[in-house]
Structure formats: structure tokens, C-alpha cells
């Protein structure tokens, strides 16, 4: 059995929402489709799509399921741009510096091929973003600016931002949530946000891989990536997956999550890297963090080596930062919080899930000693 | 044992991991990033550099059951491989770059990690045999003489070659495709990389003009006449025939060859055949492969091509230098180019070529 300390990365399947999957996968019918049996589909999708707005403070249509928490931030990235440069020029993207891929390479690609300009948000040395330079550019740049798309929650150290002030700060430029890692793991809500659109994923919360949300203020019409039959608001064309639907609601539903609990195992965790190695750095436990992300510098150690020995005792961690063909390349978010080289790529991400145990701490604590001894002389 | 098996994405080391597993030993499988930008170097598919090759790595390991990591090595692998390549060729030298990557990269950067972190030796696909002796290990041809790379391995230090298994080289390459067929493994029918890796096209002078420039020079003969204008000295090798463009025939109209390369100068000498013969070679950079050579003369092999034929040859080594002369001339031999020394099938020393008569 392996200690699994990745649930950043994919958490398991809570197990009503297999129970309900492998239900859904029996049923016939194409929820677009309008005799009975496409009717019978349909109510369950739109079922899970009220329980699922409800949960984040959302109307029902302001759901758009997709493919992806990925495609949820490609379509709200580009499709914005899109629509806010169709009737006058707003090239500006502000993003954070320490997005995910997912919301850097749309921005990216806009610039490379439509000419947008982008630019990063810098974060302080706990890997908040800074509101001061927000302010700035929102001045400076006012009328041409696009979108401003900040994360809830960092998925490499867990830093949660601070989203109301940007939002309050934006005024009427729409703003765009990645809320992939912080959704159903600590308070957040669309409504209460001011949030012009935000981006979910199914698999980060026990529900299954292959289904994304993008939240999108009703009223809102946005260019489509993907184009169809016209479902999910003509902006996701494609038939709708409604068993993978199903299960992520009954995920959201009967969620075996506990804040709480994994807050504590967590604690319990950095405590005990600290007993054990007390030269190691904690990476953003200035600021406020979600429960279950702890990014570990470990002097003198390279991350992929402490990776690789760690998992041939069978601990299951990860360096957090992005590979580029399998290669570890430096986070992008360590170094955006001042991080040196060095320390940046002796990092380790261990994250914590509904089914982590204190007996997964413990073997993980018990583990480090040897294999940072290893992974030091092996430098 | 704990081994390093290190995968290129190929057949043969794919099948090299699967019969280290076999043996019993606890193996990790490594994938070498060559290249910061896989595209860089190479597109297509015949080589251990894109990201198809790592995949294809990535899902040998898989098939075979054993953990895989991509080991990040560009810059190792440029600053020792790929520059070289490109100060050897500047230096008028004819470089083999697979010895530089099995020397500084593969045995030595790998080997040295693998060790560090409490493994015991690196696993290769490479075609070659070691023998335990009493003083170690000795590095041996592969039974397929076609496919021996002990040539491109005589670059490995006893240490080296200790810390090194090679489990194909007592099979033939035929027989390996079969294996991997029968393994499972969807790398059997891939097609062997030919060339430098890091070269897609094969086509050195190319590669080397694209990143180097070209200076024209004059092409001279051994008088000192111009007879034609080189676009890049070292683009030529020695005896070269073609691709010369010159246009001033020779007397009798027999062909020219490229006798020399003089990178100061720029200029490129070219002269008869017979001219290019050479019958003894001097080798710097010594690397002894087994147990010392002893004082004196020594009767044995020398081979000076990855796939070249061994050259009947006395051989001593003194100060350093490996010095052999050849019982027959060879025509065509360029410094910088490796030679090495076989007893029978054993690699006893390798140098590389620094002055030829």
C-alpha cells in the first residue's frame, strides 16, 4: 500500500459518487435528446447542476460544465478576451505571477497569436499577491484591460488570496477565479465574491476525472473554443457527460472532506518535518493556506531525487511544479515569492486528502531522515 | 543489487531493464533529458531525444513493472557533448560524440547519482560483455559483431566499468526484437537510431554551418596551390572525396581527398590517395580499460571507427600517450578521432588521436 501524499494532484473518488457513476454509466439517453429517455438524463444533469450551484453560491445556469477545470480556464481566458476586444481594444491580461498552467499558457497564447499583453501580478515573499500593484495597474491601464484572472487558492503552497479586493479593485472589469484546488476545501463563494467567472474541477474533489466547471455570470455571452451542437449555453458544444456530472455532485453532496481534520493532519505533518529536519522551510506559512497543501524546502537536496527515494519506499509526493516532457523545471510560483534557484528546485510538495491518515504522516516523517540523507550526498 | 536501468526509449534498453528484472535485481528506470528543448536538437523519431522516446521509455517501464523518473541532463549533456563536438570540429579534430556522452554523461554523471543515492550500478542496452577477473571487471565485444559497441564504451575507467551491466551483449540483435515481442513490449519493431542524436538529418556539415557560421577558405593542394574555395573548414573530414567542388583536375584525373585540415589558416589540403595512408598513431587523453599495460611493446588490435574493422597493430603506452603502429597502412585517419586497443575481444585502453604518421 502506498502512502499517498498527492491529493493535489488527484484525490480518490469518494465512493458515493463510484456508487453513483457506475449508476449513471446503466442509464440511457442523451440529455439533449427529447423523448423520455433524454428527459430522464436530463433531469439528473440539471439535479446536479442546482446542487452543485448551490454549493458555490451560483444560479443554476451559471453552470457550464466541461471537460476540465483546463478547458474551464481556456474558454473563460480567451473567450473573455475575445468578448471584451470585439467592440473596442482591451489587450491588457493581468493575471497573477503563480497561476497555474492552465491560465498562464491561454494568456500566453493570446499574446503569441492576437496580440495581447500580459502582464504578472507579483506576490510577496509568502506568495500573496500584491494588491498595491493591482491598484496601479488598474489606473494605468483602465480602459484596455480585458480580464483580470487571480486564483483562489495556490496549488503548489496553498496560499489562499485575497479575491474580494481584487475584485473590489477591478470595479467593472470582469474578473476570473481559478478555484480549482479551493473548491469545497475552504469557504468560497461566486456570489458573495462579486465573480464575473471561476473555474472548477471534478477530480480534485473526489469526483471523477474528465468533468470541469466554468462558472459564468448569467448574461454573459462569451465566444466559444468548441464548436456545435450548442450545449451548455452554445459555449461548451459536446454532449453533455452526464454520469460524470451525476458523480461530481454526489461528491459535492456527500462530501467526506473535513477542513478540520485534514488542517490537523497537516499540522501534525510540518511539525514533524520540523522535528526531524530542522533546517527545512515551510513555503507560505506567513499567510492563510488551504488545509491539506505543505510546500517543503529542503536544503541541499534535489527535489526529483528526494521524489524518486521517497517513492521507492512507496510515499507518493510530488515537486508541485509543472514537468516539461517528464523534466522538472523551476516553479514558477517559488521563484514569483523571491525564492533562490537552489531552494526552489529542493522542493517538495506533500498534499493531504479526505482518506489521509496520521499513520500516512508518521511513515512519511519516518521516511525523510534517510532519504534526505541520500538525496543530499547524491547531489 | 539496486540498479539504474537506464532507458532511451529503444528496444534494447527496454529489453536491457526487463532482463535485469529478471535476474532478480531491484531496478528504477531512468529516461536521460538530453535536451532543455527536445525540439532543439532533433525532430522525428530515430533518436533517444523527443518526447515520443520518453514515452515510449516511460511505457517499457510501465509493461515491465518497474518505477520511472526523467533525469534532467541538457546541460551536462551540452556543455560536454555538444560543445565539444563543435570546438573539436572548429580545432579541425574529428570528434565521436556517443564516446563524450558515455564517458562524461552516461557512466559518469548517471553512475555517480545512481551511487550517491545507494544504488549499485547503471543497467545499459548497449552491445558489449563484461567479464569478473580477480582486479574487477574487463570490458569485451558484444557476440554480434555487428552491433559491438565496445568500441564507443573503451571510454570507461575500471570504476566505470565495474559500476556497469550490460545484459545484451551475449545475444543478437535479432533474437532482442524477438524478446521484446514476446515481453510485450510495443518498442520491439522500432527502428535501431542511426547517426548523432543530436543531429537529425545526419547531415554533420550542415549542422555544424547552421550553428558556426561558415568562413570560406581556400582548398589548396600539398604545394600550397589554390585549386577551389570550402565553405567552413571544419565541415571537411579527413579523407573526404566528395563535395569538394574543385575545378582544377589533376594531371592523370585521379580523385583528391582532404589530407588536412588547418583550422588557423582555414584552409583545407587535399592531395592523392596515397597520401592519406597512415601507419602510426599517437593517443592523449589514455583511458585504461582493465588491468595496467605493461612496459614495452604489446602485439593486439586497434580499432579507430565505431564500426571499423580491428587493425593488427604493436602498441605501448608511456607518459600517458597510447602509441600504436599498424601492420598495414590505413588511409584516411583523423586526430581527434579514438583509438582503441583490443587483446583478442578485451578492450585494454582507448585515447583519442592526436598525431598520425
Same mark, same amino acid.
Given at each position: 500500500?502506498?502512502?499517498?501524499?498527492?491529493?493535489?494532484?488527484?484525490?480518490?473518488?469518494?465512493?458515493?459518487?463510484i456508487?453513483?457513476?457506475?449508476? &449513471?454509466?446503466?442509464?440511457?439517453?442523451?440529455?439533449?435528446?427529447?423523448?423520455?429517455?433524454?428527459?430522464?438524463?436530463?433531469?439528473?444533469?440539471?439535479?446536479?447542476?442546482?446542487l452543485?450551484?448551490?454549493?458555490?453560491? &451560483?444560479?443554476?445556469?451559471?453552470?457550464?460544465?466541461?471537460?476540465?477545470?483546463?478547458?474551464?480556464?481556456?474558454?473563460?481566458?480567451?473567450?473573455?478576451?475575445?468578448?471584451?476586444?470585439?467592440?473596442?481594444?482591451?489587450?491588457?491580461?493581468?493575471?497573477?505571477?503563480?497561476?497555474?498552467?492552465?491560465?498562464?499558457?491561454?494568456?500566453?497564447?493570446?499574446?503569441?497569436?492576437e496580440?495581447?499583453?500580459?502582464?504578472?501580478l507579483?506576490?510577496?515573499?509568502?506568495?500573496?499577491?500584491?494588491?498595491?500593484?493591482?491598484?496601479?495597474?488598474?489606473?494605468?491601464?483602465?480602459?484596455?484591460?480585458?480580464?483580470?484572472?487571480?486564483?483562489?487558492?495556490?496549488?503548489?503552497?496553498?496560499?489562499?488570496?485575497?479575491?474580494?479586493?481584487?475584485?473590489? +479593485?477591478?470595479?467593472?472589469?470582469?474578473?476570473?477565479?481559478?478555484?480549482?484546488?479551493?473548491w469545497?476545501?475552504?469557504?468560497?463563494?461566486?456570489?458573495?465574491?462579486?465573480?464575473?467567472?471561476?473555474?472548477?474541477?471534478?477530480?480534485?474533489?473526489?469526483?471523477?476525472?474528465?468533468?470541469?466547471?466554468?462558472?459564468?455570470?448569467?448574461?454573459?455571452?462569451?465566444?466559444?473554443? +468548441?464548436?456545435?451542437?450548442?450545449?451548455?449555453?452554445?459555449?461548451?458544444?459536446g454532449?453533455?457527460?452526464?454520469?460524470?456530472?451525476?458523480?461530481?455532485?454526489?461528491? +459535492?453532496?456527500?462530501?467526506?472532506?473535513s477542513?478540520h481534520?485534514?488542517?490537523?493532519?497537516?499540522?501534525?505533518?510540518?511539525?514533524?518535518?520540523?522535528?526531524?529536519?530542522?533546517?527545512a522551510? +515551510?513555503?507560505g506559512?506567513?499567510?492563510?493556506?488551504?488545509?491539506?497543501?505543505?510546500?517543503?524546502?529542503?536544503?541541499?537536496?534535489?527535489?526529483?531525487?528526494?521524489?524518486?527515494?521517497?517513492?521507492?519506499?512507496?510515499?507518493?509526493?510530488?515537486?508541485?511544479?509543472a514537468?516539461?516532457?517528464?523534466?522538472?523545471?523551476?516553479?514558477?510560483?517559488?521563484?514569483?515569492?523571491?525564492?533562490?534557484?537552489?531552494?526552489?528546485?529542493?522542493?517538495?510538495?506533500?498534499?493531504?486528502?479526505?482518506?489521509?491518515?496520521?499513520?500516512?504522516?508518521?511513515?512519511?516523517? &519516518?521516511?525523510?531522515?534517510?532519504?534526505?540523507t541520500?538525496?543530499r550526498?547524491?547531489? | 543489487?539496486?540498479?539504474?536501468?537506464?532507458?532511451?526509449?529503444?528496444?534494447?534498453?527496454?529489453? /536491457?531493464?526487463?532482463?535485469?528484472?529478471?535476474?532478480?535485481?531491484?531496478?528504477?528506470?531512468?529516461?536521460? /533529458?538530453?535536451?532543455?528543448?527536445?525540439?532543439?536538437?532533433?525532430?522525428?523519431?530515430?533518436?533517444?531525444?523527443?518526447?515520443?522516446?520518453?514515452?515510449?521509455a516511460?511505457?517499457?517501464?510501465?509493461?515491465?513493472?518497474?518505477?520511472?523518473?526523467?533525469?534532467?541532463?541538457?546541460?551536462?549533456?551540452?556543455?560536454?557533448?555538444?560543445?565539444?563536438?563543435?570546438?573539436?570540429?572548429?580545432?579541425?579534430?574529428?570528434?565521436?560524440?556517443?564516446?563524450?556522452?558515455?564517458?562524461?554523461?552516461?557512466?559518469?554523471?548517471?553512475?555517480?547519482?545512481?551511487?550517491?543515492?545507494?544504488?549499485?550500478?547503471?543497467?545499459?542496452?548497449?552491445?558489449?560483455?563484461?567479464?569478473?577477473?580477480?582486479?574487477g571487471?574487463?570490458?569485451?565485444?558484444?557476440?554480434?559483431?555487428?552491433?559491438?559497441?565496445?568500441?564507443?564504451?573503451?571510454?570507461?575507467?575500471?570504476?566505470?566499468?565495474?559500476?556497469?551491466?550490460?545484459?545484451?551483449?551475449?545475444?543478437?540483435k535479432?533474437?532482442?526484437?524477438?524478446?521484446?515481442?514476446?515481453?510485450?513490449?510495443?518498442?520491439?519493431?522500432?527502428?535501431?537510431?542511426?547517426?548523432?542524436?543530436?543531429?537529425?538529418?545526419?547531415?554533420?556539415?550542415?549542422?555544424l554551418?547552421?550553428?558556426?557560421?561558415?568562413?570560406?577558405?581556400?582548398?589548396?593542394?600539398?604545394?600550397?596551390?589554390?585549386?577551389?574555395?570550402?565553405?567552413?573548414?571544419?565541415?571537411?573530414?579527413?579523407?573526404?572525396?566528395?563535395?569538394?567542388?574543385?575545378?582544377?583536375?589533376?594531371?592523370?584525373?585521379?580523385?583528391?581527398?582532404?589530407?588536412?585540415?588547418?583550422?588557423?589558416?582555414?584552409?583545407?589540403?587535399?592531395? $592523392?590517395?596515397?597520401?592519406?595512408?597512415?601507419?602510426?598513431?599517437?593517443?592523449?587523453?589514455?583511458?585504461?580499460?582493465?588491468?595496467?599495460?605493461?612496459?614495452?611493446?604489446?602485439?593486439?588490435?586497434?580499432?579507430?571507427?565505431?564500426?571499423? /574493422? $580491428?587493425? $593488427?597493430?604493436?602498441?605501448?603506452?608511456?607518459?600517458?600517450?597510447?602509441?600504436?603502429?599498424?601492420?598495414?597502412?590505413?588511409l584516411?585517419? /583523423?586526430?581527434?578521432?579514438?583509438?582503441?586497443?583490443?587483446?583478442?575481444?578485451?578492450?585494454?585502453?582507448?585515447?583519442?588521436?592526436?598525431?598520425?604518421?
Open positions: 500500500m502506498s502512502i499517498y501524499l498527492d491529493h493535489a494532484a488527484t484525490t480518490p473518488m469518494n465512493p458515493a459518487a456508487e453513483a457513476l457506475t449508476s &449513471a454509466l446503466a442509464i440511457i439517453g442523451n440529455p439533449s435528446s427529447l423523448h423520455a429517455d433524454g428527459r430522464a438524463v436530463r433531469k439528473y444533469v440539471e439535479d446536479a447542476r442546482e452543485l450551484a448551490a454549493s458555490i453560491g &451560483a444560479a443554476p445556469s451559471e453552470v457550464i460544465f466541461t471537460g476540465s477545470g483546463t478547458e474551464a480556464n481556456n474558454i473563460a481566458i480567451k473567450g473573455i478576451y475575445w468578448q471584451r476586444n470585439s467592440l473596442q481594444s482591451r489587450p491588457v491580461i493581468i493575471t497573477s505571477a503563480i497561476e497555474h498552467q492552465a491560465v498562464l499558457e491561454p494568456a500566453h497564447w493570446l499574446v503569441e497569436h496580440g495581447a499583453q500580459h502582464i504578472a507579483p506576490v510577496n515573499s509568502d506568495g500573496v499577491i500584491n494588491l498595491d500593484a493591482l491598484r496601479l495597474l488598474v489606473e494605468d491601464h483602465g480602459n484596455s484591460i480585458a480580464l483580470i484572472s487571480v486564483m483562489h487558492s495556490n496549488n503548489e503552497t496553498g496560499v489562499i488570496q485575497p479575491i474580494s479586493d481584487v475584485v473590489a +479593485i477591478a470595479g467593472d472589469i470582469p474578473v476570473h477565479c481559478d478555484a480549482v484546488q479551493s469545497s476545501k475552504c469557504e468560497f463563494s461566486f456570489k458573495d465574491l462579486g465573480l464575473f467567472a471561476a473555474s472548477l474541477s471534478g477530480h480534485k474533489v473526489g469526483g471523477p476525472i474528465g468533468v470541469g466547471v466554468l462558472v459564468l455570470q448569467r448574461g454573459v455571452d462569451i465566444p466559444a473554443l +468548441i464548436h456545435g451542437g450548442g450545449q451548455e449555453r452554445e459555449i461548451r458544444s454532449t453533455v457527460n452526464a454520469p460524470s456530472i451525476v458523480a461530481l455532485s454526489a461528491a +459535492i453532496k456527500k462530501s467526506n472532506y477542513s481534520d485534514v488542517a490537523a493532519l497537516r499540522h501534525s505533518f510540518e511539525r514533524g518535518v520540523h522535528n526531524v529536519l530542522p533546517d522551510i +515551510i513555503n506559512s506567513g499567510a492563510d493556506r488551504l488545509p491539506g497543501i505543505s510546500s517543503v524546502t529542503i536544503p541541499g537536496a534535489l527535489n526529483e531525487t528526494l521524489l524518486l527515494l521517497l517513492d521507492s519506499k512507496s510515499i507518493s509526493c510530488s515537486t508541485g511544479a514537468c516539461t516532457a517528464g523534466v522538472h523545471r523551476p516553479s514558477h510560483v517559488l521563484e514569483a515569492m523571491g525564492i533562490d534557484e537552489g531552494a526552489v528546485m529542493s522542493t517538495l510538495r506533500f498534499s493531504f486528502g479526505a482518506t489521509s491518515t496520521q499513520a500516512d504522516v508518521d511513515a512519511a516523517i &519516518a521516511a525523510l531522515p534517510d532519504v534526505v541520500r538525496a550526498s547524491a547531489r | 543489487m539496486r540498479l539504474i536501468a537506464a532507458m532511451s526509449g529503444g528496444v534494447d534498453s527496454a529489453v /536491457a531493464a526487463a532482463r535485469a528484472v529478471e535476474e532478480g535485481h531491484e531496478v528504477i528506470g531512468v529516461h536521460l /533529458a538530453l535536451s532543455s528543448n527536445p525540439q532543439k536538437y532533433r525532430s522525428g523519431a530515430r533518436g533517444c531525444c523527443t518526447i515520443e522516446d520518453s514515452h515510449d516511460r511505457r517499457a517501464a510501465d509493461v515491465i513493472g518497474i518505477p520511472f523518473y526523467i533525469w534532467d541532463m541538457a546541460d551536462e549533456f551540452h556543455e560536454n557533448v555538444v560543445e565539444n563536438f563543435m570546438s573539436e570540429y572548429k580545432s579541425g579534430r574529428t570528434p565521436n560524440p556517443c564516446l563524450r556522452c558515455n564517458e562524461k554523461v552516461k557512466f559518469a554523471a548517471v553512475l555517480d547519482r545512481a551511487k550517491n543515492m545507494g544504488f549499485d550500478g547503471v543497467v545499459t542496452g548497449h552491445y558489449a560483455r563484461t567479464v569478473d577477473t580477480s582486479e571487471k574487463t570490458l569485451h565485444r558484444a557476440i554480434d559483431p555487428l552491433k559491438d559497441q565496445s568500441y564507443v564504451l573503451a571510454v570507461l575507467n575500471r570504476e566505470q566499468i565495474n559500476g556497469a551491466i550490460f545484459p545484451l551483449g551475449d545475444t543478437e535479432v533474437d532482442i526484437r524477438i524478446e521484446a515481442e514476446r515481453r510485450g513490449l510495443a518498442v520491439a519493431q522500432k527502428p535501431d537510431s542511426h547517426d548523432i542524436c543530436f543531429v537529425p538529418s545526419g547531415d554533420n556539415a550542415g549542422w554551418r547552421d550553428r558556426m557560421g561558415s568562413e570560406e577558405g581556400p582548398i589548396v593542394d600539398q604545394d600550397g596551390n589554390q585549386l577551389g574555395t570550402h565553405k567552413g573548414a571544419y565541415t571537411y573530414t579527413i579523407g573526404q572525396r566528395k563535395g569538394l567542388g574543385l575545378t582544377v583536375p589533376t594531371a592523370d584525373g585521379s580523385p583528391r581527398f582532404v589530407l588536412k585540415i588547418e583550422p588557423v589558416s582555414n584552409t583545407v589540403v587535399v592531395g $592523392p590517395r596515397e597520401d592519406l595512408a597512415v601507419t602510426s598513431m599517437r593517443g592523449e587523453k589514455t583511458i585504461i580499460c582493465g588491468p595496467d599495460i605493461a612496459p614495452g611493446g604489446h602485439r593486439g588490435f586497434v580499432q579507430v571507427r565505431a564500426h571499423g /574493422a $580491428p587493425l $593488427p597493430a604493436s602498441y605501448s603506452y608511456s607518459d600517458g600517450y597510447l602509441n600504436a603502429q599498424l601492420d598495414e597502412p590505413l584516411g585517419l /583523423a586526430t581527434g578521432q579514438a583509438m582503441v586497443i583490443y587483446d583478442g575481444d578485451r578492450v585494454v585502453a582507448s585515447a583519442t588521436i592526436c598525431e598520425t604518421a
